[in-house]
């Protein structure tokens, strides 16, 4: 484990320099290149790793050797080769599943594309970074930096096969599929579009997290957040009464980014209010083309809840 190596990874913890590019806007979907090398990388490392020489295996063939992408996505999640064998080591059953499922991992290019495209055609204005698959340390399914979407493909192997012993209560929860890659690349996608104001308040954060599941549905046919929706549709009247007495503070604690740290409903339920504040805005939007316009550039919050009629649903006016 990895207190076992604690002074190899003190020694290793500059292995990579902090990255820095020039942000470079492309606006073409057919330019986007969609790397999935380090996928291939890893599984080079995995094998030749032993024990004894483990960590530096993983630095020098998987994370040195890797594309940009795996570099930022290391200082960004991973942290350190340290850490990524530590995974491993406490996950062994899990990761040893993962090879054939991850062979899938390359065949997603087209759908991306296509999703891509359809965001073109309803926001000429979108911008298409890179897009990058690696397996990291299970702590993230996606994020994104200026020049780049990072995709984390080790949180996308669960099979009726997977498993589970290992898995902590929040992991099992949240494991998806392999088919589901497409659906977390649209939602970074759109995060990378929104033009939103810094500061947000716990209004401004669910919206931002739940239109990114609501446009990347418009585009690709669907969101990574089903299992939101089945807990929150029969409760929707008392959920957004719950989260109204909350969304003007910066608390995000009972509605966002709390995997594992609540236990009496699904964590994130954020993302779903979100989602139904903007779902509101489209329906009621004559153009809709506009209204995802307006979903991608919000500038106030409170007038862009006001604005799409959503309280309205419980209140009874029109």
């Not at 949240?174 to 939103?196: C, F, N, R, S, T």
């Not at 969304?247 to 699904?266: A, E, F, H, Q, V």
């Not at 959503?310 to 209140?315: I, M, N, P, R, S």
Request: aromatic residues 12%; proline residues 5%; hydrophobic residues 35%.
């Amino acid at each position: 484990m990895i207190k076992r190596y604690l002074f190899l990874c003190v020694a290793m913890l500059a292995v990579l320099p902090v990255l820095a590019q020039e942000k470079t806007l492309n606006t073409d979907p057919e330019k986007v290149n969609i790397v999935s090398s380090d996928i291939d990388l890893f599984w080079k490392a995995y094998d030749k790793a032993k024990p004894e020489n483990s960590l530096y295996v993983f630095r020098d063939d998987y994370i040195r050797k890797g594309s940009r992408g795996l570099k930022e996505f290391t200082e960004y999640r991973i942290g350190s080769s340290c850490e990524l064998v530590d995974m491993l080591e406490r996950r062994p059953k899990y990761f040893a599943s993962l090879r054939n499922v991850y062979l899938k991992a390359h065949t997603f290019k087209e759908p991306m594309r296509a999703a891509f495209r359809k965001l073109k055609a309803v926001y000429p204005d979108a911008v298409f970074p890179d897009v990058y698959l690696m397996i990291g340390k299970m702590n993230s399914g996606g994020t994104y930096t200026e020049n780049a979407l990072l995709i984390g493909v080790d949180m996308y192997g669960l099979t009726p096969n997977t498993p589970m012993e290992e898995l902590s209560d929040w992991l099992k929860k949240v494991l998806k599929p392999i088919d589901e890659i497409p659906y977390i690349v649209a939602h970074e996608l759109i995060h990378y579009q929104q033009k939103y104001p810094k500061e947000r308040t716990l209004l401004g954060s669910a919206i931002g997290e739940g239109s990114a599941d609501f446009v990347a549905e418009l585009i690709a046919g669907k969101h990574i957040n089903d299992h939101l929706h089945e807990f929150g549709n029969p409760k929707e009247n008392e959920l957004w009464a719950e989260f109204k007495r909350s969304m003007t503070t910066n608390d995000t604690s009972l509605w966002l980014y709390n995997g594992g740290k609540i236990k009496d409903r699904p964590a994130d339920l954020g993302y779903y209010i979100g989602y139904k504040i903007a779902e509101s805005y489209y329906k009621n939007a004559p153009d809709k083309n506009r209204a995802v316009k307006d979903i991608l550039e919000i500038k106030n919050f409170d007038e862009f809840l006001t604005a799409s009629r959503y309280e309205q649903k419980f209140t009874g006016l029109n």
